[in-house]
């Protein structure tokens, strides 16, 4: 009864463990898939990240292209600016009545040139008139000058405004090239965030599956510590059973020995029969 009871025992001890064993490799195949899954996100979050750092080159790229552009229509502007205050401090310094005071004073010194040419004065009279002309040409001389110089500032005006048109040309050059990249960026920075937000999806779901992974794998791990309790049980009813098995061969061994050492002794014969066969009924059979 003892002996059917160990073996019922270690039969339902294995079917356990093959159970377990079962189950441990389930969870370890599922905890396998979810560690695909996580490394084919984690790959996903690299590829990510280096379009990410690709995007971020090229806004930095654009960046500096933005900053010289800027720079290069400030200078522009700033000189045209300058240029145009030049051209304000030249025509103020202009006297806009010479050129008309020039030509009265060429009609009044010829008016009285040709009185003293045709008019008989006095000997005091005509000093007088000459030394009027002789003044009337010192001023006309002045005039002639200033008239001169101011026609040479016209000149450096048109030349400042020519300049002052072609700083603005290409101030407004260099800003629309400007607003070309600063466009580009914009829509790198769209990009950009795009991206961002995708890579924290990504880490988001990567780091779930971890979690599933190291949760799955903690299941198959108890899974395994159970059948490895389990299969060490196993192994020691197995060794009792051994043992006892070793028991019973050595008690008969005995039995046997004995029952053939009183079997030799004639005077025992028949009390060894009834010994013999009590012991054949209690311990099993008898080898002669």
Not at 3 to 12: G, Q, W
């Amino acid at each position: 009864m003892a002996v059917k009871k160990k073996i019922d025992e270690l039969r339902s001890a294995e079917e356990k463990f093959q159970s377990l064993v079962t189950k441990r490799d389930e969870l370890s195949q599922q905890a396998q898939a979810i560690r695909v899954e996580r490394d084919a996100l984690n790959d996903k979050k690299k590829e990510l990240r280096g379009y990410l750092d690709d995007l971020r080159d090229q806004r930095r790229s654009l960046s500096s292209k933005v900053g010289n552009h800027k720079k290069k229509r400030d200078d522009l502007q700033l000189k045209a600016k300058s240029m145009i205050a030049m051209k304000q401090k030249l025509r103020s310094s202009m006297n806009k009545e010479a050129r008309m005071s020039l030509t009265d004073k060429k009609r009044e010194m010829h008016r009285l040139e040709m009185e003293q040419q045709t008019i008989p004065v006095p000997i005091e009279e005509e000093a007088e008139l000459v030394k009027k002309i002789k003044n009337l040409y010192k001023q006309i001389s002045e005039l002639e000058g200033l008239v001169k110089e101011q026609k040479e500032i016209q000149l450096s005006v048109q030349e400042i405004d020519d300049t002052i048109d072609e700083a603005f040309k290409l101030a407004n050059s260099e800003h629309q090239h400007l607003m070309l990249y600063v466009n580009e960026r914009r829509e790198i920075d769209s990009k950009l965030d795009t991206v961002v937000n995708d890579i924290g999806i990504v880490i988001a779901a990567a780091d779930k599956k971890h979690q599933e992974f190291l949760e799955m794998r903690d299941a198959a791990d108890a899974q395994h510590n159970k059948a490895r309790e389990l299969r060490d049980k196993i192994l020691e009813i197995r060794a009792t059973k051994r043992a006892e098995r070793d028991e019973q061969r050595r008690d008969l061994a005995e039995v046997n020995a004995s029952v053939r050492k009183e079997l030799l002794d004639k005077d025992k014969l028949d009390k060894a029969a009834d010994s013999a066969l009590k012991q054949l009924l209690s311990k099993g059979k008898i080898e002669l």
